[in-house]
């Protein structure tokens, strides 16, 4: 048996190498081997901080008289979800015809050609309270493939028919909402509100932080986010050691979490208490930012400067891996203890979330490290994922980047963040490459009325499965690439006053607007945007003269007064910065100086500025 997972990039299909079952990873070759052998298609998705993921590998994919049927029976494919985020996707979409209960591990039968005709998740190994074993599962589909197969394959025909109807609703443009549409989103998420315990709804209960950041955008949702950002920094769903947050918690008391920390859930969150200590100069708000930074920083970091992608929820104590277990000891018995293993995939739009985080809590709570830092992500980003004909790798792991095909919210996650670096430490070839990205989406070929497409056209294997609807929009954890690039779009606007990239993000949004009131939870991130979209462009830009030792560079706390501005960009540059960004095509830098040796802000709406001014009164 050929083991064709051992060299793979994504940590999880190396921890299924040894596994007795003949798995391949996603590609041509796993389809031609099927249609060769006339058999399904097992595809099996998951990530490597899944807790049930684990749980299947060791109870079934270990054992070898299901990897023997298996093996039989099936071509098996094994999906890094994190690595494929549209083969999960579109899995996940024909799952549904089939099942109610969604999640990880994702367990797909499909046909040769990769059309999906039955699906679940997790499968124990022996049939307990009516539940069928994994075993039974895979005896009843070889069966019905052998005496019912066409049955079967018209099946997989009308999930096929049935998504691409769904994808082609989908894609009917609305009016983007208006101020009083804005606020009835922010009292149907109030409605949802847990007066107990905070936080939205019952259990489980996530984070859902890109509806936090609408609410911080509402002057009517502000206190709501500052309500349920302080009863979770004071939860069980928070590390209080280490300072990073968990993915969710089973109970509605915050309580009992499911203990994987991912890299997107914390960027965001660390975004949101940042920009809550803006608001309110709430004490407990910065620890916390300052707990999370920590956490990147100091856990989920990696030695090239990209950050993981998550932390497992399991690790080793005496001998036996149990999920949860090393948060459960006192800090000094935890010291000696190995701490649970990180997925070291690197993976371009969740670094993205991480830089633009980084940025700009760094320039909001005055952390030039955060900014130094999220620098050298950046850096990575470009000289890592960006090929030579300025498309991105999805992910890599040591350098290493894999053949997977990068996503919309590869390049809307980057370019973001990018933007936010520029604007926080004057990086003028930061702010061109995130230019560079964003036009390439708009150039790319699409097929709808999207105004982005990816470029190379996303998986060609994928493609021709049947199931390459779009990419399901809402964003429950983190900004859909959708939205990702629209927010790009529209920072690119404020920056060069292209009224090209405002279009496309006014258009981007249209295509989620009638959605994302109805169901605001699922579409934070877009009704930020569309917040943005619906006001007066404010923009602020402070220049600081060139550094002179021994010279206090903010004499009267212009600068300290800018870091927490509520405008919708902010750059914070030194002189030679706002000269090659205005060189660079960066419009709102065109002549701004430092006007007599002192930091000099000039505040606008919609590129029309006052005059500039050396004080903070003047920013009011």
Same mark, same amino acid.
């Given at each position: 048996?050929?083991?064709?997972?051992?060299?793979?990039?994504?940590?999880?299909?190396?921890?299924?190498?040894?596994?007795?079952?003949?798995?391949?990873?996603?590609?041509?070759?796993?389809?031609?081997?099927?249609?060769?052998?006339?058999?399904?298609?097992?595809?099996?998705?998951?990530?490597?901080?899944?807790?049930?993921?684990?749980?299947?590998?060791?109870?079934?994919?270990?054992?070898?008289?299901?990897?023997?049927?298996?093996? #039989?029976?099936?071509?098996?494919?094994?999906?890094?979800?994190?690595?494929?985020?549209?083969?999960?996707?579109?899995?996940?979409?024909?799952?549904?015809?089939?099942?109610?209960?969604?999640?990880?591990?994702?367990?797909?039968?499909?046909?040769?050609?990769?059309?999906?005709? /039955?699906?679940?998740?997790?499968?124990?190994?022996?049939?307990?309270?009516?539940?069928?074993?994994?075993?039974?599962?895979?005896?009843?589909?070889?069966?019905?493939?052998?005496?019912?197969?066409?049955?079967?394959?018209?099946?997989?025909?009308?999930?096929?028919?049935?998504?691409?109807?769904?994808?082609?609703?989908?894609?009917?443009?609305?009016?983007?909402?208006?101020?009083?549409?804005?606020?009835?989103?922010?009292?149907?998420?109030?409605?949802? #509100?847990?007066?107990?315990?905070?936080?939205?709804?019952?259990?489980?209960?996530?984070?859902?932080?890109?509806?936090?950041?609408?609410?911080?955008?509402?002057?009517?949702?502000?206190?709501?986010?500052?309500?349920?950002?302080?009863?979770?920094?004071?939860?069980?769903?928070?590390?209080?050691?280490?300072?990073?947050? /968990?993915?969710?918690?089973?109970?509605?008391?915050?309580?009992?979490?499911?203990?994987?920390?991912?890299?997107?859930?914390?960027?965001?969150?660390?975004?949101?208490?940042?920009?809550?200590?803006?608001?309110?100069?709430?004490?407990?708000?910065?620890?916390?930012?300052?707990?999370?930074?920590?956490?990147?920083?100091?856990?989920?970091?990696?030695?090239?400067?990209? /950050?993981?992608?998550?932390?497992?929820?399991?690790? #080793?104590?005496?001998?036996?891996?149990?999920?949860?277990?090393?948060?459960?000891?006192?800090?000094?018995?935890?010291?000696?203890?190995?701490?649970?293993?990180?997925?070291?995939?690197?993976?371009?739009?969740?670094?993205?979330?991480?830089?633009?985080?980084?940025?700009?809590?760094?320039?909001?709570?005055?952390?030039?490290?955060?900014?130094?830092?999220?620098?050298?992500?950046?850096?990575?980003?470009?000289?890592?994922?960006?090929?030579?004909?300025?498309?991105?790798?999805?992910?890599?792991?040591?350098?290493?980047?894999?053949?997977?095909?990068?996503?919309?919210?590869?390049?809307?996650?980057?370019?973001?963040?990018?933007?936010?670096?520029?604007?926080?430490?004057?990086?003028?070839?930061?702010?061109?490459?995130?230019?560079?990205?964003?036009?390439?989406?708009?150039?790319?070929?699409?097929?709808?009325?999207?105004?982005?497409?990816?470029?190379?056209?996303?998986?060609?294997?994928?493609?021709?499965?049947?199931?390459?609807?779009?990419?399901?929009?809402?964003?429950?954890?983190?900004?859909?690439?959708?939205?990702?690039?629209?927010?790009?779009?529209?920072?690119?606007?404020?920056?060069?006053?292209?009224?090209?990239?405002?279009?496309?993000?006014?258009?981007?949004?249209?295509?989620?607007?009638?959605?994302?009131?109805?169901?605001?939870?699922?579409?934070?991130?877009?009704?930020?945007?569309?917040?943005?979209?619906?006001?007066?462009?404010?923009?602020?830009?402070?220049?600081?003269?060139?550094?002179?030792?021994?010279?206090?560079?903010?004499?009267?706390?212009?600068?300290?007064?800018?870091?927490?501005?509520?405008?919708?960009?902010?750059?914070?540059?030194?002189?030679?910065?706002?000269?090659?960004?205005?060189?660079?095509?960066?419009?709102?830098?065109?002549?701004? #100086?430092?006007?007599?040796?002192?930091?000099?802000?000039?505040?606008?709406?919609?590129?029309?500025?006052?005059?500039?001014?050396?004080?903070?009164?003047?920013?009011?």
């Amino acid at each position: 048996m050929t083991n064709r997972l051992g060299d793979a990039i994504s940590p999880y299909l190396r921890a299924h190498a040894d596994n007795p079952v003949d798995w391949f990873p996603w590609g041509p070759e796993a389809f031609a081997e099927a249609r060769r052998r006339d058999v399904p298609l097992l595809i099996s998705i998951g990530y490597a901080t899944c807790h049930w993921c684990h749980v299947m590998a060791r109870e079934s994919f270990s054992d070898p008289a299901i990897a023997a049927r298996l093996n #039989e029976r099936f071509v098996s494919i094994k999906v890094d979800r994190e690595e494929h985020p549209d083969v999960d996707a579109a899995y996940l979409s024909a799952a549904s015809a089939f099942t109610d209960g969604l999640g990880w591990p994702l367990t797909v039968f499909a046909t040769p050609t990769g059309g999906a005709f /039955f699906a679940g998740t997790y499968f124990p190994p022996v049939a307990t309270g009516g539940r069928a074993s994994f075993l039974q599962i895979l005896d009843a589909v070889a069966d019905a493939w052998a005496n019912r197969r066409a049955e079967l394959e018209a099946d997989a025909g009308l999930v096929g028919e049935a998504l691409a109807a769904a994808a082609a609703r989908s894609t009917t443009a609305s009016d983007l909402p208006d101020q009083r549409q804005l606020d009835t989103a922010v009292e149907r998420l109030a409605e949802t #509100e847990d007066p107990q315990f905070g936080g939205f709804g019952a259990a489980p209960k996530f984070p859902v932080a890109p509806a936090l950041g609408f609410l911080l955008e509402r002057e009517a949702g502000r206190a709501l986010a500052h309500r349920t950002l302080r009863q979770m920094a004071e939860s069980p769903l928070r590390d209080p050691i280490d300072g990073g947050f /968990f993915r969710y918690a089973t109970r509605r008391d915050w309580s009992d979490p499911h203990y994987e920390r991912m890299l997107y859930d914390n960027a965001q969150l660390l975004d949101a208490y940042a920009a809550a200590w803006s608001q309110t100069g709430d004490d407990r708000a910065r620890e916390t930012a300052e707990g999370v930074a920590a956490f990147l920083l100091g856990v989920l970091r990696q030695p090239d400067g990209g /950050f993981a992608s998550a932390q497992d929820s399991e690790s #080793e104590i005496d001998g036996t891996r149990v999920a949860g277990a090393y948060y459960r000891v006192p800090a000094q018995e935890r010291a000696r203890l190995r701490p649970p293993a990180l997925d070291d995939k690197v993976l371009t739009g969740w670094n993205g979330f991480a830089i633009g985080a980084l940025a700009r809590a760094g320039r909001i709570l005055d952390r030039p490290a955060w900014i130094a830092a999220a620098g050298e992500a950046a850096r990575l980003m470009l000289e890592t994922h960006r090929r030579p004909d300025g498309t991105l790798g999805r992910a890599s792991v040591a350098g290493r980047v894999s053949d997977a095909v990068a996503t919309l919210e590869d390049y809307g996650g980057l370019a973001c963040g990018l933007l936010e670096f520029a604007l926080a430490a004057g990086d003028v070839q930061s702010a061109s490459d995130a230019r560079d990205l964003v036009d390439l989406c708009l150039e790319a070929e699409r097929g709808d009325d999207c105004p982005f497409g990816v470029p190379g056209g996303g998986d060609s294997v994928l493609q021709w499965t049947g199931l390459a609807a779009r990419v399901d929009p809402s964003e429950g954890a983190y900004p859909s690439g959708l939205t990702a690039m629209a927010t790009a779009a529209h920072t690119l606007f404020l920056m060069t006053a292209s009224r090209r990239y405002e279009r496309a993000a006014r258009e981007a949004m249209r295509l989620v607007a009638g959605p994302a009131v109805s169901v605001p939870s699922a579409f934070g991130a877009a009704l930020a945007l569309m917040s943005r979209l619906d006001g007066e462009a404010r923009q602020l830009v402070v220049v600081r003269p060139q550094s002179q030792p021994d010279v206090d560079s903010d004499p009267d706390g212009l600068v300290a007064a800018a870091r927490c501005h509520p405008a919708d960009v902010v750059g914070i540059v030194d002189e030679p910065a706002a000269v090659a960004l205005a060189e660079a095509g960066f419009e709102l830098f065109e002549r701004r #100086e430092a006007r007599d040796g002192l930091p000099t802000a000039y505040l606008c709406r919609d590129f029309v500025c006052r005059l500039p001014v050396t004080s903070p009164a003047g920013l009011s």
